[in-house]
């Protein structure tokens, strides 16, 4: 596609449920980054994928946060048990090998926990 | 990841240049300076980057210090849609990005 691409866009969830958060990057893009913003802050740094690989997980909170690219492209964040603290908007971004090494994001996907 | 110091807000007149300044005194000799923008409601949004020279394209110049301690992001005139908080940023090899507050710009009409 054009652009990244996340769904769903807002998510509404009770407190201990589970979540997957989707993002779709710019076709041809090796590199995926995941971020999670919290209101009036800037974005925090969760992982990065090169190709199907997490190169950098350092950014994960807890246990309950995991994502997958399975095939090298579409990503998935997951988290389980939620909480109330989660509530953010959780922001994915694609970066080509070539080029100028630039991040490309998505709109985000609202989380709030209830 | 070396840190980088902005002012918390802004404010310019519309069809104004725009200069906001960023200080990263321990950057190392390696780590470009990115500059992103994210408007309100979205992602945010590269504008530019530079490793020692100054740099211009569509959307802004990035003039960087001698000693590359400090650098300027110069919008030339600022319009109502470049209200955003901008992101001074150093990137290392990991290519992974820290954000830190940024600074928030306001235009007026």
């Known amino acids: 596609g054009a652009g990244v691409s996340q769904t769903p866009s807002n998510k509404v969830t009770e407190k201990g449920k589970y979540v997957e958060l989707r993002c779709d990057p710019i076709s041809g893009h090796t590199a995926l980054y995941w971020y999670r913003q919290s209101l009036g802050q800037g974005p925090e740094f969760l992982i990065y994928?090169?190709?199907?690989?997490?190169?950098?997980d350092s950014g994960l909170p807890n246990d309950r946060f995991f994502a997958v690219r399975p095939e090298g492209s579409v990503s998935t964040l997951k988290i389980q048990r939620t909480e109330r603290g989660d509530s953010a908007v959780y922001l994915c971004?694609?970066?080509?090998?070539?080029?100028?090494?630039?991040?490309?994001f998505g709109a985000g996907s609202r989380l709030t926990v209830l | 990841d070396a840190k980088t110091t902005q002012p918390n807000s802004m404010e310019s007149n519309e069809e104004e240049p725009v200069h906001l300044p960023c200080n990263h005194s321990?950057?190392?000799?390696?780590?470009?300076i990115h500059w992103y923008r994210q408007l309100p409601s979205q992602g945010p949004e590269y504008v530019i980057h530079?490793?020692?020279s100054n740099v211009n394209n569509r959307m802004a110049s990035l003039a960087i210090a001698e000693d590359r301690k400090s650098s300027t992001l110069i919008l030339h005139r600022a319009t109502l849609r470049d209200a955003a908080v901008y992101y001074c940023i150093l990137r290392g090899a990991s290519y992974k990005l820290s954000f830190g507050a940024g600074t928030t710009v306001t235009v007026r009409a």
């Open positions: 994928f090169q190709g199907t690989g997490a190169a950098d």
């Open positions: 530079g490793l020692t």
């Open positions: 321990t950057i190392s000799g390696t780590d470009y």
């Open positions: 971004a694609s970066r080509s090998s070539s080029g100028a090494n630039v991040l490309t």
